[in-house]
């Protein structure tokens, strides 16, 4: 079946722009993660949906950045007044169950680079 | 705060030796450990995982183990073949179960 899905696969854009970052998890997927991953690290957790709702968003940054899930399916991470330090790999991850205790199927990333 | 180390950075190997990865984790709440395998410019793909239940898990030539009084875990493969080559990531579940902690990976390179 079809994997987790993530669009754009790069995005190049100016600082102090807005952007839009989607995923597409598995289907009937009801955990949906996102990451942040620069070069030479580990993926670093940003926000965890449960459904719609954002069960943890204690890994955002700062409040350039907001994510939403509005129907329990598709999820996009925006970012505000973008900055050079935002540039990095944007990884959704989604789960059949609910709690990190069970796989993470990690879409392909978006490339993010602010100018 | 929650934090995952692994160690080495680099790991260079011939084919047909073993490789081991080791990683620490900070928070004795966490119960749940993969590893994951990323190649360069792919997404990183589940290779195998451990609960605190268990001390030891096998599949094939990948074996993971886990020392929960220590609060830390190992990755070990046996017969190291070229395709083995890629970055490998421990990670620890956090102390709220929402999120995955990963360290900051090792290169293995397995020459022939």
Known sequence: GAGVSQTPSNKVTEKGKYVELRCDPISGHTALYWYRQSLGQGPEFLIYFQGTGAADDSGLPNDRFFAVRPEGSVSTLKIQRTERG?????LCASSPRDSAYNEQFFGPGTRLTVL | GE?????????????????VIKCTYSDSASNYFPW?????G???????????????????RIAVTLNKTAKH???HITETQPEDSAVYFCAATNQAGTAL????????SVSS
Do not use: M
């Open chain 2, 73 to 75: 875990f190992s990755l």
């Open chain 2, 42 to 60: 792919k997404r990183p793909q589940l290779i195998i995982d451990i609960r605190s239940n268990v001390g030891e898990k096998k599949d094939q």
């Open chain 2, 3 to 19: 934090n995952v180390e692994q160690h080495p950075s680099t790991l260079s190997v011939q084919e047909g030796d073993s490789a």
């Open chain 2, 101 to 108: 902690i990963f360290g900051k990976g090792t290169t293995l």
């Open chain 2, 36 to 40: 994951y395998k990323q190649e360069l």
């Open chain 1, 86 to 90: 935002d540039s990095a790999v944007y």
